[in-house]
Structure formats: structure tokens, C-alpha cells
């Protein structure tokens, strides 16, 4: 089965700082894999995926991360934080299969003046 | 702008009674899922379904929880009677399904049922 772990509920920066939202998984099969950004009462919008390809996935409002198949970790990263980055941040998987995504409990990011 | 909504976005009722909410997926999706998020699980999947048929739904009490597809353009979340811990956030979200995508899904912006 699989599964995803983020290392974190809470994770604090300071304007301008380096953003790091720790997020590893377990899977059977090479996984797919995401990050979802929930800014508050509202859905989940995709920031990013890996898919196949290049480890290094870029996505919008500056996000990036990195698929390490070694480490069974896909983290992401921001270099500089911005106030409006201030939201929940949410890693899934999926293999590479017909199964639905499966979400990790979630990291909420502040992001301090 | 293509997006998957939800009706309704709140919703407030008492133990006992029958709740619908309804999900209207982005056109050509096939694939549509049901998630729960409260702040202790997270993000649950109850159900989901491809082509209109339910694939999975373990994820929901089969004893008042059912999930339809009446026609490709809705489905539906219905809990009959609801209970206090019910209480969540409920989102709809859809998916191409195309093989290779990873079941991408692409959220609604939830209906936030309270039950008292």
C-alpha cells in the first residue's frame, strides 16, 4: 500500500526565507507524485507532479522539488518566501496504476514579516 | 475557465437528517472522487468513479453514506440519517484518467457540512 509521510505540521519562515516542506512515501511500484497547495476555505489547486523524466520538477508561484528514488523523498522547496505563501501544503501518491491519489496529513506554512 | 463545483459550499443540519451535496465535474473528466477532510484523518478518499461506475468506495460507511453518478456531468454524496461526526469537509474532485497522468485530480472547493 501506499503511503505518504510530511515531516511537519507546522512549519514557520521568514519573509524572504528559504521554504522547505519535507514530504516522503512509500510505494510498491515508481510512484507519481505531487504536492497540493489549500489556501483557507478553499479546494486544492496542483502546485507540481512527477510523473517520469527529470527529478527536478518546477511549478508555479516559484515551487520546485525533487524526486530522490534513494531517499524515497520528494521535498519542496520555495528560495525565498513570499506572505502570500501562507497556506496548507499537501504531498500525495500515486503508482503508476489505476489508484487514487493518497494525501499526507498535510504541512501548514507561515510565513512571518 | 474549466473547474469542478460544488453545491452547496455550506451546509448546516441537524442529527438525524438527509444530506445531499452535488458535484458537477469539468467536462471530459470520466474519473471523479470524493474526499473528506477533517483535521484529524486529513484527506480521506470515500469513493470514486470512472465512466459513471463506482470503482471503489470503501472508504465510506456503506450504512449511510451512498455515492451516485446519475449522469456524467453530477455526482452526488448522500448521508442518510447524519451524525455529529460527520461534521467535515466534503470535495469533489475529477481526473481525466488518462493512463499515465497518475490520476491528477482537480478539486472543487468543498461543501463544509456541520451537523448538530
Known amino acids: 500500500a501506499q503511503s505518504v509521510t510530511q515531516l511537519g505540521s507546522h512549519v514557520s519562515v521568514s519573509e524572504g526565507a528559504l521554504v522547505l516542506l519535507r514530504c516522503n512515501y512509500s510505494?510498491?511500484?515508481?510512484?507519481?507524485l505531487f504536492w497540493y497547495v489549500q489556501y483557507p476555505n478553499q479546494g486544492l489547486q496542483l502546485l507540481l507532479k512527477?510523473?517520469?523524466?527529470?527529478?527536478l520538477v518546477k511549478g508555479i508561484n516559484g515551487f520546485e522539488a525533487e524526486f530522490k528514488k534513494s531517499e524515497t523523498s520528494f521535498h519542496l522547496t520555495k528560495p525565498s518566501a513570499h506572505m502570500s505563501d501562507a497556506a496548507e501544503y499537501f504531498c500525495?501518491?500515486?503508482?503508476?496504476?489505476?489508484?487514487?491519489?493518497?494525501f499526507g496529513k498535510g504541512t501548514r506554512l507561515s510565513v512571518i514579516a | 475557465d474549466a473547474r469542478v463545483t460544488q453545491t452547496p459550499r455550506d451546509k448546516v443540519t441537524e442529527m438525524g437528517q438527509e444530506v445531499t451535496m452535488r458535484c458537477q465535474p469539468i467536462?471530459?473528466?470520466?474519473?471523479v472522487f470524493w474526499y473528506r477532510q477533517t483535521m484529524m484523518q486529513g484527506l480521506e478518499l470515500l469513493a470514486y468513479f470512472r465512466n459513471r461506475a463506482p470503482l471503489d468506495d470503501s472508504g465510506m460507511p456503506k450504512d449511510r453514506f451512498s455515492a451516485e453518478m446519475p449522469d456524467a456531468t453530477l455526482a452526488t454524496l448522500k448521508i442518510q440519517p447524519s451524525e455529529p461526526r460527520d461534521s467535515a469537509v466534503y470535495f469533489c474532485a475529477s481526473g481525466s484518467g488518462q493512463v499515465g497522468v497518475g490520476h491528477e485530480a482537480f478539486f472543487g472547493q468543498g461543501t463544509r457540512l456541520t451537523v448538530v
Open positions: 467536462l471530459g473528466h470520466n474519473t
Open positions: 500525495a501518491v500515486s503508482p503508476s496504476g489505476n489508484t487514487p491519489l493518497v
Open positions: 510505494s510498491s511500484v515508481p510512484p507519481y
Open positions: 512527477y510523473t517520469t523524466g527529470a527529478t
